[in-house]
């Protein structure tokens, strides 16, 4: 078995990333989406996909011939060389989540980054062949892939502990001094109503550690506020009893402009039980997956939908629940779960090294 990392495809000298491969070989490919803000297809002319993988999870297998990255996430996917010999493109294209959405695609000018399979004994000079790539604003696709993964048979845990909705949201807050090119409100995002600010005088689990005040507030609210788009800003979290099970259920509603959110847990990996478009109901529940629901660590909340999740909140520390989307960070779209001590020396948080340096 060849591995092949696609990290050769974000080189940006003017060059072509070429992997030879031996005819009639299975290929591991490890794609990774390193973009700071754009959900990728990934697509090699002439072959499928066999997915065993997505962030870092082993999945059952699933066919395809597209795979879809949300920035942050890793796939990894099988591919048998069985075609006829020759040269074929390994292609990325955005894929745009913005609602209402961008209509180009490749054939129009999208922008399509390429490496090449070449066959052993092809000719390097040989014309790649290049696969049909969706349209830039195929959700159809991209909703099939996530929702068509399988995880491996698992013990999904139960009962529930801590049952949350947080609904995401992106709207305007006052503008603040330092925005000094700013008239009366600037953008800004927010999970149930809260846009996250980090704090100025410590860290977090400095703060957590030390029981220091003034730092935080563990108010987290666990229910989407009244008025969808009105926010605040604060550094809230909500405490999480050491081992407890947390169930959090995404929304993504088509207010203001909507895109898909990849949301990224820190320290923990969760199953995702259930995703779908429209507005989550209580009646959902019966479709949750809780004998082989994919595992990963980033779920792409479509665009007008919703996913839920579920994890066991076993590892001590403040962990950070965001969005992916880089420009969505700094304008508030996260919170924090802080995860407190268990009654073992191996469920506690360590003190720090005595050496860390002080800021």
Not at 79 to 104: D, I, K, N, R
Not at 252 to 270: T, W, Y
Not at 339 to 344: A, D, I, K, R, S
Request: with cysteine; aromatic share 8%.
């Amino acid at each position: 078995m060849l591995m092949c990392d696609m990290i050769h495809l974000v080189r940006t000298v003017d060059e072509t990333f070429t992997a030879v491969v031996q005819p009639n070989t299975t290929v591991l490919l490890r794609v990774i989406n390193a973009a700071l803000n754009t959900h990728l297809f990934f697509k090699v002319a002439g072959h499928n996909f066999t997915v065993v993988a997505v962030d870092a999870c082993y999945t059952a297998n699933y066919t395809t011939d597209t795979l879809v990255l949300a920035p942050g996430n890793t796939v990894d996917a099988l591919v048998y060389t069985g075609a006829a010999p020759g040269s074929y493109y390994m292609a990325v294209e955005p894929h745009h989540t913005l609602s209402p959405a961008a209509t180009t695609d490749a054939s129009d000018g999208g922008s399509v980054a390429t490496g090449i399979l070449l066959y052993n004994g092809t000719s390097a000079t040989a014309t790649p062949a290049m696969p049909a790539m969706p349209n830039n604003s195929d959700s159809t696709t991209a909703n099939d892939f996530y929702s068509g993964l399988r995880g491996v048979p698992a013990a999904v845990p139960s009962p529930v502990d801590v049952n949350m909705t947080i609904q995401l949201g992106l709207g305007q807050l006052p503008c603040d001094a330092a925005q000094t090119n700013c008239s009366v409100n600037a953008f800004a995002a927010a999970m149930n109503g809260v846009s996250f600010r980090l704090p100025t005088q410590m860290s977090l689990l400095e703060a957590q550690f030390g029981n220091a005040s003034g730092v935080y507030t563990a108010d987290f609210p666990d229910g989407v506020p009244p008025n969808g788009t009105a926010m605040v800003e604060g550094t809230k979290v909500r405490s999480l009893p050491y081992n407890s099970t947390v169930e959090v259920v995404l929304q993504n509603p088509m207010a203001f402009p909507s895109e898909s959110h990849p949301i990224h847990l820190h320290g923990f990996n969760f199953f995702v039980l259930a995703q779908g478009l429209g507005t989550f109901a209580p009646g959902n529940a019966s479709a949750y997956n809780l004998v082989d629901p994919v595992a990963r660590n980033t779920i792409a909340v479509p665009a007008g939908g919703w996913a839920v999740i579920r994890f066991v909140a076993n590892n001590p520390g403040m962990w950070f629940f965001h969005c992916h989307l880089d420009a969505h960070v700094p304008m508030g779209l996260g919170m924090v779960f802080a995860v407190e001590n268990g009654t073992t020396a191996d469920s506690m948080l360590p003190p720090p090294p005595a050496d860390l340096p002080v800021c």
